[in-house]
C-alpha cells in the first residue's frame, strides 16, 4: 500500500512540481489548494504527511493546523 501524501498550497505550478517529485518516489498525492479544502480531504484520507503553505486563502496554515 502505497503512503498518502497532501500538498496544501495555493500556487498551482508549485504543487505540480512537488507531486511529480512525489510520485516518482512512489507515494500517493493528494492535493488542496486553500486550507478550508485541505482539511476536507485529509479528514477522507488520513495522509501520513502534510504539506501545507502558511499564507493561503479560505484558511491559512496555522487555522489548518489548529
Known sequence: MKRKILIIEDDQNLVED???LLEEEGFDVFSARNGKQGIK??????????????????????EVLQ
Open 18 to 20: 512537488i507531486e511529480v
Open 41 to 62: 480531504i485529509a479528514r477522507e484520507i488520513i495522509p501520513e504527511l502534510i504539506i501545507c503553505d502558511i499564507m493561503m486563502p479560505e484558511k491559512n496554515g496555522y
